[in-house]
């Protein structure tokens, strides 16, 4: 396994001079190939922001983000969205599925965005959609189906080409335990599988699932611990 992720002294700097807020302040961190690594803060702890750098949604003040070795931080908005495209799946609290498509076309979106080929992008999604166990749903549109299935239609639609990083963003914010515990088994499962699964939550129950916690506090990282008997569900 090598380096996925090098964070090298970055800093996020919002309204510099007198009333700067540095939402991240000298950061560094590393994060192996097939890692399943949660990140852990309360509301303005820093976490958002580090997301956010993380998923190359932004970039920093200072310092330097590698990513699959390539430096990152000064890319423009044009470039990190292929970056995104190549390396990122995205799952989020909100679900963000289209209320008028089914749970196929809803995974077949970000693939038509790609120029996936029609017939590829159907057996992509369908194939996306029986990992997470929804084969059987995958003509439904959002309203006919739970929150627990939502999200587990956003993760197919996270996974469909197979990207190498999973960034769940509180993804289990929005669900009952029941729901809770079913999203956490397939990340898990993902994460079995090859993917490296970076977890962003403010909640303790839920980091302890990972195999390694990362506790951000005003910016800074406080703690980085790799448990060595992650729970089991």
Known sequence: MGALVEVRDV????????????????VDVTIQENEFVAIIGHSGSGKSTLMNM??????????????HG??????S????????????????????????????????LPLIYRR????????????ALEKVGLSHRM??????????????????RAIAQAPPIILA??????LDSHSTREI??????????????????????????????IRIRDGKIEEDVMRRGERNE
Not at 11 to 26: F, S, T, W
Not at 54 to 67: K, Q
């Open 77 to 108: 908005d044009d470039e990190l969205s292929d970056v995104r495209n190549r390396e990122i799946g995205f799952i989020f609290q909100g679900f963000n599925l289209i209320p008028s498509l089914t749970a196929e076309e809803n995974v077949e």
């Open 54 to 67: 993380l998923g190359c949604l932004d970039v920093p003040t200072s310092g330097t983000y590698f990513l």
């Open 184 to 213: 956490m088994g397939i990340l898990k499962k993902l994460h079995q599988d090859g993917h490296t699964v970076i977890l962003i939550t403010h909640d303790n129950d839920i980091a302890a699932r990972a195999e390694r916690v």
């Open 11 to 26: 800093c996020k700097i919002y309204n510099p001079g007198e009333n700067e807020v540095r939402a991240l302040d000298h």
């Open 116 to 127: 996936v080929g029609k017939r590829e992008r159907k057996q992509l999604a369908r194939q």
């Open 70 to 75: 390539q430096d990152v931080s000064g890319m």
């Open 139 to 156: 003509f439904h549109k959002p309203s006919e189906m739970s929150g627990g299935q939502q999200q587990r239609v956003a993760i197919a």
């Open 169 to 174: 963003d509180e993804p289990t914010g929005n």
